[in-house]
Each structure stands twice: as C-alpha cells, then as structure tokens.
C-alpha cells in the first residue's frame, strides 16, 4: 500500500489549504478503508487530525481542528481529501494520512502510513 500526501506549502493565517493523499496498491481496495489524518509539528508528538469512514457516510475531528477542516474522499480517485481553512500557525506542521478502523484512527492505530507534506502558515 502506497499512500502520498500533497498539497501543503506556505501560507499566511487565515488562508485556506487542501491536502490530498493518493491511495495505490495492487491488492489495496482504496473504498473498503478507513482513513484518518495525523500531523506532526516541529519538536512535537504526531497528533490525530480526522478521520472518515470507508464510505464517507461519517467522519470526527481533533478539537483544535473541529469546524475549520473537513475531510472528505472520492472513492473513484482512490483519494482522500483535507480541506484546511482559517489556518494559524499552530496548524504548522507535517500532515500525514493514514490508514486504520475508524474508531482507532484518534488512537493512532494506523496499519499503513503514507509520505507526509509540509504545511507551514505565517502569522
């Protein structure tokens, strides 16, 4: 399973980003997983960010993240998506996705990790 993570760069808080996460695998059917997203700061633990059901029918967030970011996922792109508004720079950080049960995602119970990209916002 290959999972990579793009979409990030440098912005000023209050911009919006999204990332995408590319699912491949000769075996890996992409529309049967869960998939959360995690992200590390600099000198800090990685934390959970979000997660989404295999079908996208439901989906649960890291309090400081609740409201600006939402996930979504296009099961025909093998894709997972995480659209980012209303950034601060406490959101800096390297985002990474990865893939898990859906309830074991805020747990860091992740069976496959993707390639990570760096998101950096400005203040």
């Known amino acids: 399973v290959q999972l990579q993570a793009s979409g990030g760069g440098l912005v000023q808080a209050g911009a919006s980003l999204r990332l995408t996460c590319a699912a491949s695998?000769?075996?890996?059917?992409?529309?049967?997983?869960?998939m959360g997203w995690f992200r590390q700061a600099p000198g800090k633990e990685r934390e959970f960010v979000a997660a989404i059901k295999w079908n996208g029918g439901s989906s649960y967030y890291a309090d400081s993240v609740k409201g600006r970011f939402t996930v979504s996922r296009d099961n025909a792109k093998n894709t997972v998506y995480l659209q980012m508004n209303s950034l601060k720079p406490e959101d800096t950080a390297v985002y990474y996705c990865?893939?898990?049960?859906?309830?074991?995602?805020?747990?860091?119970?992740?069976?496959?990790w993707g390639q990570g990209t760096l998101v950096t916002v400005s203040s």
């Open positions: 695998g000769r075996t890996f059917t992409f529309s049967s997983y869960d």
């Open positions: 990865g893939v898990g049960s859906y309830s074991d995602l805020r747990y860091h119970k992740v069976n496959y």
